[in-house]
């Protein structure tokens, strides 16, 4: 299955800012770039950076004055199916323990204050993947989809309080669940087909146990988009680690353009093995 | 129903401390006191003070070393018995002004942020006495009862995220989700018949409107408690008002004795209510 | 000093909705209403009433549809001046028992909570009216005043720690660091002269020791008014109670427009003890 | 200069737990371990792993019962000593992009709400290790050493209210403040000589430019150690990510018993530049 995709950033500042930007496709077998473009307006020395445990590709600028900056790619996704009743938990005590790092509190998915929630509504569920569906139709059943009553310091706590959000927060809420009871769950930036109006969108992997072993599988809460059509951008503990655009300075920026189409009809997908952990 | 009850407290301070208590039993029709004694040791001038809008009896000593204090009182309890059936919620539209305090946020009671958590959890049910009792049933059920997981600065919407506490921390989530749908409702702190441990207790009222008027409605969430042998002590928006005791400088305290006794045989109670608004 | 005052305020519903509205200038020595008019579009049935405890004139309408409402006064200030230096703070072991409402934490002002840092700030000072100002000082020098930072659910707790807000969130830090330091202070609402651009205002008063016995003295951190020009609507222990509309259902609103004009030139004020406690 | 160091710890569970360590001095080159033993009774199968980004050493047992663990070490510290006044800040400009991890904020260093806190207290300093000193200083001053007030919950938000903590509650105010000024900043676990009472020690490093390039730099802001004997143990972006002990079950624990001895006397040192980045 193959995208077209894309974004368009505008920025001013008054003085030279360094830039931090995520936005280009991850590489990995089951998601292949056969093509790339990036264009800086104006041109300008650009370090390119790719974050060895997450695969994260990074890049810096530093403009002074106007930026303007495209990324457009054409990306192969070639997600393996699996069946949903062959996934399990895995207990603590294969957990690899490089995993364990996404067991861990951050700082918007306060799992530690979860315990007994998740206990109470999702550990009497029959663990593997199916649970942490449930966890996703919970999300789906009793946080409004929202715009404008969240922002940038919305942590899981408060949607759990005030259950209303955007993408972002569902995504939280899900990985504090899945952490909570002891599931390890990490954040997904993605460029997502089908998504309306189109933008950044993000989403949630937790690491089960598959037919073929241990692997991260991806889940979106919102339900907003298509499934078979995520394109992993940046991947993290949570979103304080997966910011589009990071900049050190005054900034004004044009809310950003951001597309991706199929280059050709795209099939159902029920489960998605990513990578291998 | 006539009861015997009382509290011994015990302080030690090292220089002139003032505390303002709240211990006595409050007097009104439904509950009248029958007789009463404040035993103060060393004997110190107590000043008296009764609060208009809730009839909390507040009384202020200023110690300088050693403070012991007993209270014993008996009190009969005449509580009216109502059909649940018969008792429901007062429009907006309807509602004594005077009653509208107790729909504001407070302290431990942050109603504001929990709109969206009480419509969906029981914004379906039809209004009521029966609602109320649908908030403490979810309580019980939910949020464990468990002695040292919150403290003096726990409040309700750490508690609707961590799911445990003690009778304190019930009562304030039973007023903000009661607040959150539009009912009054406020703290009360009580003698407590039955409860074991035998200690302080703190249950809520809610304001609706029963066979004879709006009244205010009793109730516990806990479920520790005998509903028939609850003397009131103090109310409030939440406990932020309703301490036994507070101090005005460096003090040590040893844990209170409090006692409640029933004199005759408790009959079994379903609905109370008491004061007119 | 004279002034002409008043507020237009434009809401739509779809269905019967109740306002209450508290917007009318309170009536006390130091404020006298010469004039006042309350006009309302659709004609409607008004319920006043005027809160005992607080003063606060609040009413209520329940339109259908549209709402248009404009309230006018002309209002004479007499506030008392007294020199700052005869103003002492109140001892615990003094202070009226009705007083103690106004040291509990509430909604927005978490004094508990703030119990070190206002002694680290603030404890070593003088006692008396110079430590309030003190607080207003540090109010004005450490907090941004700053549109669009926060927001209705944002407290004390939050301003200390993000520093920014606008007269609501200075208020409420003034009031938690004055009830961290054992002195009553509460939240007033106001029509404030010289306020740019013209706003509801937002200040606070403490409960100190005057030339005439124990009063409250207003104090503005945010100095964006004249001191001499600021007619009370609301008081109450914080914004949570001084709301000037609350609503019960759907609603759309225009931005109110509000506005004060003097009738005779202002005079500079020192400081002004206004009703007694 | 030489230690020697260890620890005994001691479970009991009723079932079988597993449990992840993290107790091992860590191993570079200015901190070589010279001899080093792991006693586990039961005797019980022990699964190893060092984490590659942070060397952090980590081992895995489950017991059932009762577990009894010793660890003892000889580790010499070879810390260079540089002038602090030969330490200065990296523009984010020239900041390694694997050093933007710790700039993000985390579950306990919320920077992203301390950004005019920040630049209030400290923006106006000269930049470099003065400034992070500076840091500590302010929280020598201002935050009360205090056991008891703060716990697991507890986080940079709450402390720069809150104003009290332990070691671990000034290390992640330390590093909250010195992301929110754009300086990396992690978190340390270590033995620590001369810590009364013997326990595991929490400080932060910054991450600087020294004389010899990039480097994480050492501070304790409790000032309850000595800087030349701090053996590290764990590193994270915050004690999220630094437990000595994690576990997986139900478990009562025994208090550690934490040792650590200078087999040499110890000289005084200024500053400690630790591994490169």
Chains 1, 2, 3, 4 share one sequence.
Request: charged share 20%; with cysteine.
């Amino acid at each position: 299955m193959k995208f077209q995709l894309g974004c368009r950033l505008n920025y001013r500042t008054t003085e030279a800012v360094p830039f931090v930007f995520n936005l280009h496709a991850q590489s990995f077998d089951e998601q292949l770039i056969e093509q790339e473009s990036l264009t800086i307006t104006p041109s300008l020395p650009i370090e390119h950076w790719t974050m060895p445990e997450s695969g994260n590709r990074f890049f810096r600028v530093t403009p002074t004055g106007s930026l303007l900056l495209e990324y457009t790619a054409i990306v192969e996704l070639a997600p393996k199916l699996e069946d949903p009743n062959s996934i399990s938990e895995i207990p603590a005590l294969e957990l690899p323990m490089a995993a364990l790092l996404y067991l861990y509190p951050s700082r918007y998915c306060q799992s530690d204050r979860l315990a007994r929630f998740a206990q109470s509504h999702f550990g009497g569920l029959a663990p593997g993947y199916s649970r942490v569906n449930a966890i996703c139709n919970w999300l789906y059943d009793y946080v409004a989809y929202e715009a404008g009553v969240s922002d940038e310091t919305t942590s899981a706590i408060d949607t759990v309080t005030e259950r209303a959000g955007v993408c972002r927060d569902f995504a939280h809420l899900g990985i504090a669940l899945c952490r909570a009871l002891g599931i390890p769950a990490r954040y997904i930036s993605a460029y997502a087909f089908r998504l309306q109006p189109p933008d950044f969108h993000a989403v949630f992997e937790a690491f089960l146990n598959g037919p073929h072993g241990p692997a991260w599988y991806l889940f979106d809460p919102t339900r907003l988009a298509d499934p078979a059509g995520l394109v992993r951008i940046g991947m993290g503990r949570d979103s304080a680690e997966v910011a589009f655009a990071t900049f050190f300075g005054e900034t004004e920026a044009e809310k950003p353009e951001v597309w991706i189409e199929a280059l050709e009809p795209a099939p159902p997908v029920t489960v998605a093995a990513v990578r291998p952990s």
